[in-house]
């Protein structure tokens, strides 16, 4: 009875400061000079390795945009160099998600590339165009003719002669009639810029997700190793539990070492959880278009211990509305669309390959008529021409087979988009509704979880229960903890995707 009390008595000293009070001998033993830095969040008192005080000292987070005072790596030698990266000049270290496609926006290379290609689908409308205007030229020349007079004998005189000629002309010629060539043709040309301005849209929709995706990988990294530190130190709580237990003579040494265990494997897990942040950075910085060791941080969207954190931000439709909004709104559907109209375009003016052309012509100038080249004289004439093709060696025949398996080709790809948005809409709308009703259970699991600690350890350091009991109390909250994060930021993610699906997550 009397180890009972002394157990309850230790327990109430853990809990009534704020850090713990430990038993003597635990005391020498944590005020042992650490190996490592203090990890971030709350400062330790000098001396102290321990976490908050009991039950479970992880009930929020502290920012994840704030600067990080936890060494990389927390337990290990650090590598010069290998760490968050450095700031750049013009670039803020803690970026909003609409800063960041902001950035993404302005400096992607799959932007300026989208951008070069409709520089590039421009040109064939303005060649187009030129078969519809009209084509005027001008000539000015001059010569000189010289001659020898015949000779009559080897003692004949010969006598040179001169003749200089000037003109100066202006043509015209204008297309009148061609069955409508150059009218689709020109639709064509049209059509194929268009669709590449869709394109362009698509690809700003893409920069866009691929940044959100990023964004929100980069903040569950970093809640991950805040988790992984925080757990360290609740691990070290029931550690000092047990050797408290240990000096109340209720439990055996040896728990000692089996409580450690946990503490010693959070710390590989802190370790591991450091690195995967560091690559989820890199990556965050690399989608916006920066050096990957840019110093860029995505900014705190709260605590994610909270359930407010995890609040649906998306409404979630039917299929049937997702799928309408999704064909109205996606630009490369869009796109593959305006490669139909294009390809139906050039279908029809390859077949009139060998459709008649009506051309009007005119010209007007003036002539040297003297052998000094004087004495201009007028002229000029206006007429028509009709061009019949008869035979072109099967050359529109190939050109109209060729357009025809371009449009089954477009027509193809239209209905391949359409399948492939469907499915994309079906599968990101499930993944939404999953990740909304995972994120309910979450909250669940985690209030419970911590309840179960809680209990656990007064009832262990009551003497009632046994340290596995303990141990598993501890896994089983730090599982919570990750699937709570886990949980806010797939549901984030889940309604990036569903909105890059249905094409609605940047300017269309």
């Known amino acids: 009875m009397a180890s009972r009390t002394l157990a309850a008595l230790a327990l109430f000293a853990l809990t009534a400061s704020p850090w713990g009070a ?102 064939p409308v303005d060649l187009a165009k030129t078969a519809v205007l009209p084509n005027i030229s001008g000539t000015a020349s001059t010569a000189h003719d010289f001659s020898q007079n015949a000779s009559d004998g080897p003692t004949a005189r010969n006598n040179g002669a001169q003749i200089a000629a000037n003109s100066l002309s202006v043509a015209l010629k204008q297309l009148i009639y061609d069955g ?25 929709q893409i920069v866009a997700y691929n940044i959100a995706n990023a964004y929100y990988s980069a903040l569950s990294a970093q809640r991950a190793t805040q988790i992984a530190n925080e757990t360290v130190k609740l691990n070290q709580v029931n550690a000092d539990l047990v050797s408290a237990q240990i000096q109340a003579g209720t439990t055996a040494r040896s728990d000692l070492l089996t409580a450690e265990l946990p503490v010693a494997q959070a710390r590989v897990t802190l370790v591991k959880d450091q690195g995967a942040e560091l690559s989820a950075q890199a990556a965050f910085v690399n989608a916006m278009g920066l050096d990957a060791n840019t110093y860029v941080l995505p900014q705190d969207d ?39 109209s294009s390809a139906q375009a050039s279908l029809k003016a390859a077949g009139l390959g060998l459709f008649p052309n009506l ?75 999953s990740a909304n009703a995972t994120f309910q259970q979450t909250q669940a699991e985690l209030e419970n979880a911590r309840e179960v600690l809680q209990a656990t350890q007064a009832q262990y350091a009551a003497g009632v229960t046994t340290l596995p009991l303990l ?37 269309a």
């Open 22 to 123: 430990m038993p003597a001998g635990a005391q020498a033993k944590m005020a042992a000079p650490s190996p490592t830095p203090a990890p971030y969040g709350s400062p330790l008192p000098a001396g102290m390795s321990g976490p908050a005080s009991l039950p479970s000292p992880i009930s929020s987070l502290p920012p994840a945009s704030q600067p990080v005072t936890l060494p990389y790596p927390a337990y290990g030698t650090p590598v010069p160099g290998v760490n968050r990266g450095v700031p750049a000049a013009g670039i803020p270290q803690v970026v909003s998600l609409d800063q960041a496609i902001a950035i993404g926006f302005a400096r992607s290379p799959l932007l300026a590339s989208a951008r070069a290609t409709i520089e590039i689908d421009k040109a």
């Open 359 to 433: 051309n009007g012509s005119g010209s007007y100038g003036t002539t040297s008529t003297d052998p000094a080249g004087g004495t201009f004289r007028n002229s000029g004439s206006v007429g028509v021409t009709l061009t019949v093709p008869i035979f072109d060696q099967g050359i529109t025949h190939a050109q109209v087979e060729q357009a025809r398996g371009q449009l089954d080709a477009a027509s193809a790809a239209v209905e391949s988009a359409r399948e492939g948005i469907q499915l994309n809409v079906k599968q990101t709308l499930v993944s939404l509704v």
């Open 302 to 340: 709260g605590n994610v211990l909270a359930g407010a954190s995890g609040a649906p931000q998306v409404a979630v439709p039917t299929y049937q509305v997702a799928i309408a909004r999704a064909y109205m709104l996606r630009p490369d559907f869009t796109a593959t669309q305006l490669a139909v």
């Open 471 to 507: 141990l598993n109390a501890e896994v089983g909250l730090t599982q919570a903890l990750v699937d709570q994060v886990t949980a806010v930021y797939t549901l984030r993610q889940a309604e990036a995707s569903f909105l890059f699906a249905e094409g609605a997550n940047a300017p």
């Open 180 to 204: 409508g060539k150059v009218a689709a043709q020109l639709r064509a040309a049209k059509a194929t810029e268009n669709g590449a301005l869709a394109t362009y849209k698509r690809q700003l």
